[in-house]
């Protein structure tokens, strides 16, 4: 069974950086997507970013495009998003989890579909 953990979040100023790590353990497949969503207090979940591994393909939601990237280094089975320009909306608690091409591919489409087990989150907080 595939599980994840993540790391790396804390507090920033708006306009500052933070990355944070997933690490993936108990797969040896192919064809797996990684990705990141949120959720902050008294919201719904929010789609992120994800990365498919083969090919290497990212999905952003529209919220985070041009700010956050995904990238991974498999030798590592680690995922990374480094969050540039983080603003206020941004502070969540942000879970990693794993999927398939259609939980990628929901990701683009601002969803939160079809993720197999979450990590216990990070949280980031972006004070103003």
């Known amino acids: 069974q595939v599980q994840v953990v993540e790391s790396g979040g804390g507090s920033v100023q708006a306009g500052g950086s933070l990355r944070v790590s997933c690490v993936a353990s108990?797969?040896?497949?192919?064809?797996?997507?990684m990705g990141w969503f949120r959720q902050a207090p008294g919201k719904e979940r929010e789609a992120v970013a994800a990365i498919y591994d083969s090919p290497e393909t990212t999905f952003y939601a529209d919220p985070v495009k041009g700010r956050f990237t995904v990238s991974e280094d498999s030798s590592k089975n680690t995922v990374y998003l480094q969050m540039n320009s983080l603003r206020p909306e941004d502070t969540a608690m942000y879970y990693c989890?794993?999927?398939?091409?259609?939980?990628?591919?929901?990701?683009?489409?601002?969803?939160?579909?079809?993720?197999?087990?979450r990590g216990q989150g990070t949280q980031v907080t972006v004070s103003s």
């Open positions: 989890a794993w999927g398939d091409w259609t939980s990628c591919a929901a990701v683009a489409a601002n969803r939160v579909s079809n993720w197999g087990n």
């Open positions: 108990g797969y040896t497949y192919s064809g797996r997507c």
